[in-house]
Each structure stands twice: as structure tokens, then as C-alpha cells.
């Protein structure tokens, strides 16, 4: 059984502080790995993408791979309100469906 | 472009009865993809299409689900007879030749409750 793993959280920072998500992923076939974010009541969006080991930087966020321990982070830098929501976590191999983690929700309080 | 057009966003049915969901991809994406979200969990695939043909759906109820994606364009989920624990958001998903790159675009979803 192919999984993702989350932990479900809830993960509250400050505002500004760097929020750190974390997921773990067991089949070790899996080549792209995906976070999206999930506001309540609305559909997940994609916010990075990232395919080789090490740090992939995108604005505010980082996502970092590391396949060897089968791990994968998104790092918030300057946490806002508005970060506030559920983080999903997803892996696929080239051709298959993604599959998603339970999500880890995050609070940001100002 | 166009999103991902999913139609109803909202339904209620009692138990044992049947519904249907709608989804139009996005025009030229190949893939389209059913999952099905419960309150507090991940999305959970429940049926990969590319073009009109199916992929993978080892993860639909086959007893009581249907889908079918006629012609490669739009799609219908069909459930009959729903279950109380049917009730979950339906996601539609579709994605292009460059899914690497690009992950899946989704729709607004159709939340379904069965009382």
C-alpha cells in the first residue's frame, strides 16, 4: 500500500516565523512530489512542485527533498494570516495518479 | 484558461438513492481524475481517465460508483444507491501531456451529503 504520511497537526507559529511542514512517503518509486494548500470549504491548490533532492525556493516558500530518507518539507518563511489553512502533501510516479497525505493544518496568529 | 468546470457544488440526497456528478476539464488536458475527499482526510483517488480510456480504478466501489468520460472531453460519477458514508466532497481533476511540471489543476468540488 502505497502512502503518504502527515502529521495532521494543528502547527501554530507567529506571525512572521518560519512554519516547517513535514511528509513521509513509502514507495520508493515515487519520482514528483507536490504541495498543495487547502482553505476550508475550497478546492487544494498547488503551490510547489519539486522532482530532484535538495531545496527548491519559490517566494516565501521552500519545498526540500531528500528521497535516500524518503522525505519531504515546506518551509513558510514570514508566516502571514493568510498562510492559515491545510497543507496537503502528494507523490506520484511518472504516469500514475497522485496520492495525498492527510494534511497538516497550520494557524498562523497575528 | 478555463478551469476545471464541476457541477453540482452542492447536493443532498437521502440514503439508497442515486446521484451524478459533472466535470469538464480543462480544454486539450488529456487525464481527468476523480477523488473523493472526506471531512479531515486527503483527496483519495477514485478514478484515473486519460482520454477515454481508464487507467486506474482499483479504488472505486465498483458495487454502488460508476464514471465513464465519453468522447475523452467531460465526465460524469455516478453513485446508486448511496451509503451515509458517500457524504464527502467529489474533486475533479485534470491534468496536460506535462504533468510533471505543472501537477493537477482542480475544481471547485461537489460536496454531497446523505442523510
Known amino acids: 500500500q502505497k502512502e503518504v504520511e502527515q502529521n495532521s497537526g494543528p502547527l501554530s507559529v507567529p506571525e512572521g516565523a518560519i512554519a516547517s511542514l513535514n511528509c513521509t512517503y513509502s514507495d520508493r518509486g515515487s519520482q514528483s512530489f507536490f504541495w498543495y494548500r487547502q482553505y476550508s470549504g475550497k478546492s487544494p491548490e498547488l503551490i510547489m512542485s519539486i522532482y530532484s533532492n535538495g531545496d527548491k525556493e519559490d517566494g516565501r516558500f521552500t519545498a526540500q527533498l531528500n528521497k535516500a530518507s524518503q522525505y519531504v518539507s515546506l518551509l513558510i518563511r514570514d508566516s502571514q494570516p493568510s498562510d492559515s489553512a491545510t497543507y496537503l502533501c502528494a507523490a506520484n510516479q511518472a504516469g500514475t495518479a497522485l496520492i495525498f497525505g492527510k494534511g497538516t493544518t497550520l494557524s498562523v496568529s497575528s | 484558461e478555463a478551469g476545471v468546470a464541476q457541477s453540482p457544488r452542492y447536493k443532498i440526497i437521502e440514503k439508497r438513492q442515486s446521484v451524478a456528478f459533472w466535470c469538464n476539464p480543462i480544454s486539450g488536458h488529456a487525464t481527468l481524475y476523480w477523488y473523493q475527499q472526506i471531512l479531515g482526510q486527503g483527496p483519495k483517488l477514485l478514478i484515473q481517465?486519460?482520454?477515454?480510456?481508464?487507467?486506474?480504478d482499483s479504488q472505486l466501489p465498483k458495487d454502488r460508483f460508476s464514471a465513464e468520460r465519453l468522447k475523452g472531453v467531460d465526465s460524469t460519477l455516478k453513485i446508486q444507491p448511496a451509503k451515509l458514508e458517500d457524504s464527502a466532497v467529489y474533486l475533479c481533476?485534470?491534468?496536460?501531456?506535462?504533468?510533471?511540471?505543472?501537477?493537477?489543476?482542480f475544481g471547485s468540488g461537489t460536496r454531497l451529503t446523505v442523510v
Open positions: 481533476a485534470s491534468s496536460s501531456g506535462q504533468f510533471r511540471n505543472y501537477g493537477y489543476t
Open positions: 481517465f486519460q482520454n477515454n480510456g481508464v487507467v486506474d
